[in-house]
């Protein structure tokens, strides 16, 4: 295991990992390195949120739509070039350093907090 801090269980309280489906996939023609800008639906408690997601090696804009994610949707917002990004969209590095997305095994309701 990497060095990581220990944390509380009141510390992973405080991260809202959700689950929205992403319904809208464009190219991010102004990102240092090739991303999409994703509109993600996360219900309507929470709504729908952007995300920049350098996830281009694995995914066309096609297949991602209707695609469920988990993303953490309570960091502060970020700038990335001309973009305001709202939540962080999770994945793993592959051997290549590439992102493959984290997802559900099965279909669950927009907006569904991990627990």
């Known amino acids: 295991m990497e060095d990581a801090a220990t944390i509380t269980w009141g510390d992973f309280e405080k ?5 929205g489906t992403i319904v809208e996939a ?10 999409y800008k994703l509109k993600v639906d996360f ?7 952007k995300s920049s997601a350098q996830i281009t090696k694995h995914y066309t804009k096609e297949e991602l739509v209707g695609r469920q ?3 953490v949707v309570n960091f502060p917002k970020k700038q990335i070039a001309d973009f305001m990004s709202e939540c962080l969209v999770t994945g793993f590095a592959d ?3 590439d992102i493959v ?3 559900v ?3 669950v309701p927009n907006g569904s907090r991990l627990i």
């Open 15 to 19: 991260v809202e990992l959700r689950v």
């Open 26 to 35: 464009i190219d991010f023609e102004k990102a240092r390195r090739p991303a």
């Open 43 to 49: 219900g309507p408690q929470v709504g729908v949120l």
């Open 69 to 71: 994610v988990v993303a």
């Open 95 to 97: 051997d290549n350093g």
């Open 101 to 103: 997305l984290t997802s």
């Open 105 to 107: 095994e099965r279909p």
